[in-house]
């Protein structure tokens, strides 16, 4: 059974500070990693996705993979209270039309 | 900026009803899933589509569960006989093969 772990939190982060979450999975064959945001009561929402080994950076979120240690983090810089939701680490394997495994999400609260 | 849609957003059903939930995908996208997420639970896969038909689906998706691409632009899930279990809510997901865009969702509650 492929499994992607996320610590439920909640992470509490001041605002203006840098948040870090992390994800790991089972699957040495994934290929594809994926982090979205998710409100409660909504939808979740395509934040950023990332492939190689590394960092990638957009705006002021950063997603490192290290498929090594089959380990995913996502930094989110200067946090604003609007950042405040739970944040899901999904992982995908070799095939563009493959399911996506989510995990259970990380509570994240932007203190003011 | 386009986005998927998906109706009804809401909707509530007894027993043992046929149910069935339309989803416009991102127009250049070929690639669609629908996933359910029960209160308080994790996202959860049922199916995906490509190529107008199955190309893969999750044992959730039991010969209760159907999906279709009955023209250009709808993708519809339908539940033959819908049980309380069913109750959840259900996104659906479009792809050009990188990220996958979710719908709004479509709560249903089944009583």
């Known amino acids: 059974q492929k499994e992607v772990e996320q610590n439920s939190g909640p992470l509490s982060v001041p605002e203006g500070a840098i948040a870090s979450l992390n994800c790991t999975y089972s699957?040495?064959?994934?290929?594809?990693f994926f982090w979205y945001r998710q409100y409660s009561g909504k939808s979740p929402e395509l934040i950023m996705f990332i492939y190689s080994n590394g960092d990638k950076e957009d705006g002021r979120f950063t997603a490192q993979l290290n498929k090594a240690s089959q380990y995913v983090s996502l930094l989110i810089r200067d946090s604003q209270p609007s950042d405040s939701a739970t944040y899901l680490c999904a992982v995908r394997d070799d095939s563009s039309a493959s399911k996506i495994i989510f995990g259970s999400g990380t509570r994240l609260s932007i203190r003011p | 900026e386009p986005e998927v849609t998906q109706t009804p957003s809401h909707q509530v059903t007894q027993m043992g009803q046929e149910v069935i939930l339309r989803c416009v995908p991102i127009s250049n996208h070929l690639y669609f899933y629908w996933y359910r997420q029960i209160l308080g639970q994790k996202v959860e896969f049922l199916v995906s589509?490509?190529?107008?038909?199955?190309?893969?689906k999750s044992e959730i998706f039991d010969d209760q569960f159907s999906v279709e691409r009955p023209d250009g632009s709808n993708f519809t899930l339908k539940i033959r006989s819908t049980k309380l279990e069913d109750s959840a809510m259900y996104f659906c997901a479009s792809s050009d093969g990188g990220g996958e865009y979710f719908g709004p969702g479509t709560r249903l509650t089944v009583t």
């Open positions: 589509f490509y190529n107008n038909e199955i190309s893969e």
């Open positions: 699957d040495r064959g994934s290929q594809s």
